[in-house]
């Protein structure tokens, strides 16, 4: 009873998570096709209706957003293991230092937290440029990018719950419910980033300022992080069993499978 009624909260939260991720859509839309700017500097003159709910502005929603993602990624990473030992230990049969040990050793480990932290830093930039924006939400950004990683390289050697491993509808709709919306936060925000560099790069001169070079360099960077992200949580849908990190033109290797082999 007590491990259905935490599954129902935790889908409920999940729905909240949803409703919030509309909203913010919306915000982004807005600033992004109708103002030409990132909802880190948009301004607060929308018009578009359910932007302007009561009590709850667009980076509010935005905060609302980043706050049950980033619960989210800390109830997986942590949470998960305290309330349901037995269950994640039958999904999870390797232990956090295993996990690492395997990960330090394949590139991609490598190559995602260069990525990573590139991208921080070009964070920390647009929030020390920015002084009329809501500090918070932003470090609430950097949060979820660093806590989505983690999740991401723990998530790689987790099996997905089935009825074959005795496992109740419900916990197995949770965990695809929130791949699912992991996978529609990423896609909403490549299409946001892969929006204003599209319109960047078409309006980008021979006598632009090489700041704005780098500045589209380093968009881009951010769009390929969402990217892996997007791609990541998508094939777990469907490649639940395999190291879907490995993932090259041909093939997508079993947990289990040994490098050295």
């Known amino acids: 009873m007590f491990k259905t009624t935490l599954f129902l909260a935790y889908i409920l939260m999940q729905i909240f998570r949803f409703l919030c991720l509309i909203h913010f859509v919306i ?7 109708f103002h030409a700017e990132t909802s880190v500097n948009c301004e607060l003159n929308f018009t578009l209706y359910l932007s302007a709910t009561p009590h709850c502005g667009p980076y509010c929603w935005k905060g609302l957003w980043l706050c049950c993602s980033i619960l989210t990624s800390l109830f997986w990473l942590l949470g998960s293991s305290l309330a349901c030992p037995k269950l994640i230990s039958s999904l999870r049969p390797l232990s ?25 830093v070009y964070d920390a930039i647009l929030i020390s ?6 500090v918070f ?6 949060a979820s990018k660093i806590l989505s990683l983690l999740l991401v390289f723990q998530l790689n050697f987790t099996y997905p719950p089935s009825k074959e491993k005795h496992f109740v509808f419900i916990a197995v709709f949770a965990y695809n419910f929130t791949l699912f919306l992991f996978t529609l936060d990423n896609l909403c925000k ?65 947990l289990d499978d040994d490098d050295s082999k």
Not at 137 to 142: G, I, K, S
Not at 214 to 226: F, Q
Request: proline residues 3%.
């Open 129 to 134: 440029n920015n002084k009329g924006i809501i």
């Open 190 to 254: 490549f299409v946001e980033l892969s929006t204003r560099i599209a319109f960047k790069f078409y309006t980008v001169k021979e006598s632009s300022h090489p700041l704005k070079m780098i500045d589209l360099m380093l968009e881009i960077v951010d769009a390929y992080l969402y990217k892996s992200f997007l791609t990541f949580f998508w094939l777990k849908l469907f490649c639940g069993k395999k190291d879907v990190l490995k993932t090259n033109l041909s093939r997508i290797s079993p």
């Open 137 to 142: 939400v932003e470090y609430a950004v950097v």
């Open 27 to 33: 915000f982004m839309v807005d600033c992004t096709l």
């Open 96 to 120: 956090n230092r295993e996990i690492l040990w395997r990960l330090v050793k394949k590139p991609y480990f490598w190559s995602l937290n260069v990525i990573l932290v590139v991208v921080i």
